[in-house]
Nanobody
Framework: QVQLVESGGGQVQAGGSLRLSCAASGKIFSINAMAWYRQAPGKQRELVATINSGGNTNYGDSVKGRFTISRDTAKNTVYVQMNSLKPEDTAVYYC??????????????WGKGTQVTVSS
């Protein structure tokens, strides 16, 4: 029922920008939080940015000052604006959400990921 679908990934030169979107679809009662993670080949998945239902944000140290997470509550969509991209930002970017499909205990969902490649 519930799906997280990412879009906006692609290839960009160092110093360029990309904006990723993630739309949560299906039967959704409420969303507690949404986030972006990324995973480069041979490395652990790491947190990029989070935003909760109150609009509070947190960023990973490696992207702070360059990336901005935002949301459109009415559309159940989260975005990340990525500026001043570096080759080390190359990774598969995953959308994550903690949400409820009814007045019940929330659970986590993952998108299938979108590739971001930054060339030097």
């Amino acid at each position: 029922q519930v799906q997280l679908v990412e879009s906006g990934g692609g290839q960009v030169q160092a110093g360029g920008s990309l904006r990723l979107s993630c739309a949560a679809s299906g039967k959704i009662f409420s969303i507690n939080a949404m986030a972006w993670y990324r995973q480069a080949p041979g490395k652990q998945r790491e947190l990029v940015a989070t935003i909760n239902s109150g609009g509070n944000t947190n960023y990973g140290d490696s992207v702070k000052g360059r990336f901005t997470i935002s949301r459109d509550t009415a559309k159940n969509t989260v975005y990340v604006q990525m500026n001043s991209l570096k080759p080390e930002d190359t990774a598969v970017y995953y959308c994550w959400s903690l949400l409820s499909v009814s007045p019940s205990i929330p659970r986590t969902y993952w998108g299938k990921g979108t590739q971001v490649t930054v060339s030097s």
